[in-house]
């Protein structure tokens, strides 16, 4: 059976695609755990940073990419990281002071915000699709090269390999889900963040500067979604509509953790991801039934855990 022989590479393919949509599924909790609100144009704010992540390795690398060594493909790739994730704040930020603080300020419905957050969304894709063209771009083809790993067995055609990149992917991820979940639970700002998002105004009137915490939770999200997108123009092509499935399904990976929980984004992002791959290998043709079995998985759990499967608000995670 095709899911027996490739069990390793479908369970790499899957941590590898669920710590990707983990990354942004973030954004979409954190927010929603300080404004209740669903940011829609969040999946533009991924969609940003991989094209301030391409930008960048074109820039280092030039158009055929070619890279002396191991070390300067690192350095590039670090390189890229930090310019997509630089992008990605900036877009986020500029969304909360222009689009939504006003709105706060006026103690707008929910409604508002809303439809707010999908107007941002158009606008930003087809200001991306005017700024940078409506054609696909790749990163340099050298970029998707390099030494391999060695997994346990052998597969028909020979020894199972992962590539380094893979392995950076995964490991870029988990470092950053770490981190993030030290701060949220061991800082001042993450203090901030879980009071705000469990009683707006009693943490302001116990001296949170809510205004701030909410900006920079913009902010936080927005570092993590340009990692995400910079990492996810590593195996696929960067267009302006390029958020727009990515940034479903890391809400749906939200929605089935626990939305507004950290720690239930980060589980809800692995567990689509594996799904999703392993579903390439039970189901014949299951490439084509991949967005079904997703969608059937979110529903299915809901049905019996309604709050997702952790179900915390980020106010009141540990």
């Known amino acids: 059976m095709?899911?027996?022989?490739?069990?390793?590479e479908l369970l790499f393919q899957g941590i590898r695609l669920g710590s990707l949509y983990a990354l942004i599924a973030i954004g979409y909790t954190m927010v929603y755990g300080v404004l209740q609100l669903i940011n829609f144009a969040h999946s533009e704010v991924?969609?940003?940073g991989a094209l301030g992540g391409v930008f960048m390795l074109t820039a280092l690398a030039g158009t055929n990419g070619n890279i002396p060594s191991g070390f300067s493909a690192f350095e590039y790739t670090a390189l890229a990281l930090i310019a997509g994730a630089v992008v990605s704040a900036a877009v986020a930020f500029s969304l909360e002071r222009v689009a939504y603080r006003p709105l706060r300020k006026r103690h707008a419905p929910k409604l508002v915000y809303l439809i707010t957050a999908i107007g941002a969304s158009i606008f930003l894709y087809n200001l991306a699709g005017k700024l940078f063209g409506r054609n696909n771009l790749q990163v340099p083809e050298s970029f998707h090269s390099g030494p391999v790993f060695v997994l346990p067995g052998t597969g028909p055609s020979g020894p199972r390999t992962v590539k380094t990149l893979d392995?950076?992917?995964?490991?870029?991820?988990?470092?950053?889900m770490v981190v993030l979940d030290l701060v949220i639970n061991r800082t001042k700002l993450g203090s901030g963040i879980r009071a705000v998002a469990q009683d707006a105004e009693t943490a302001q009137l116990m001296g949170v500067d809510v205004g701030k915490v909410i900006s920079r939770t913009f902010i936080i999200g927005g570092l993590l979604a340009g990692v995400g997108g910079v990492l996810y123009a590593m195996f696929h092509a960067v267009s302006y509509t390029m958020g727009f499935i990515p940034g479903i399904k890391a809400f749906t990976a939200a929605v089935l953790g626990g939305i507004g929980n950290v720690r239930g984004a980060m589980l809800g992002g692995l567990l689509l991801g594996i799904v999703e791959s392993f579903s390439q290998g039970i189901i014949p043709n299951g490439l084509e039934w991949v967005d079904?079995?997703?969608?059937?998985v979110l529903v299915v759990v809901l049905l019996i855990r309604p709050t997702g499967i952790l179900g915390e608000r980020t106010g009141r995670a540990a």
């Open 2 to 8: 095709y899911f027996t022989q490739h069990f390793w």
């Open 46 to 48: 991924f969609m940003s």
């Open 167 to 176: 392995v950076l992917i995964i490991v870029t991820a988990f470092v950053m």
């Open 292 to 296: 079904v079995v997703s969608f059937v």
